[in-house]
């Protein structure tokens, strides 16, 4: 695992030592029982990271415009969160076998990290062949094809080890969404 995904990790479980009771660490039993298509995807530091850290089914929150046009210029540090969770071997499996886009943008080598808690097909996804790769939330309804989803994408940040930068414990989401759910409402 490159060292500064590794250092990022365990900077946020200093910051938030609560979050180590709340996710799981994923077992090497689980990740052998994977289809062989799914699992020669998924790059060797990202085993590590889920095997050696409680980041599986982990609640987080991540700053996210949703797509609306109040926030789509407005800085990364003042943007809401969003609720999402970190998948655990299983998630990425089905998504990348079930779901759509998953089983289609597994085929370029991406995979589904983490998606939002509306479970609806969108999520946070990162290149398996890059060793800090960039993280981009692919909406499900933003093109037919792998490379159309990449290219409509929106990038959340330009490394995984800057997107563990930017993670925050769920609360900061709840607190967001509680004291704005007028504007959906």
Not at 4 to 19: A, G, H, L, S
Not at 87 to 99: G, P, V
Not at 133 to 145: E, F, M, Q, T, W
Request: charged share 30%; aromatic share 14%; with cysteine.
């Amino acid at each position: 695992m490159e060292r500064e995904i590794r250092e990022n990790t365990e900077q946020f479980f200093k910051d938030y030592p609560e979050m180590i009771k709340i996710g799981g660490k994923s077992e090497q039993t689980i990740f052998e029982k994977l289809k062989r298509k799914i699992k020669n995807k998924i790059p060797n530091w990202y085993y590590e990271l889920l095997t050696e850290y409680p980041i599986a089914e982990l609640r987080i929150g991540i700053p996210f415009n949703y797509g609306w046009e109040t926030l789509k210029n407005k800085n990364q540090n003042e943007l809401p969160f969003m609720n999402t969770e970190f998948n655990s071997f299983e998630n990425i499996e089905f998504i990348a076998t079930e779901e759509f886009p998953g089983f289609e943008l597994i085929k370029e080598n991406h995979i589904c990290i983490a998606e939002d808690t509306n479970k609806d097909g969108d999520g946070f996804y990162i290149n398996t062949k890059e060793k800090n790769p960039r993280v981009i939330y692919i909406y499900h309804d933003s093109g037919n094809n792998a490379s159309e989803l990449i290219k409509n994408g929106q990038i959340i940040s330009e490394s995984f080890s800057d997107f563990l930068k930017l993670i925050r414990p769920p609360e900061f989401a709840d607190k967001w969404l509680n004291e704005n759910e007028h504007l959906w409402k």
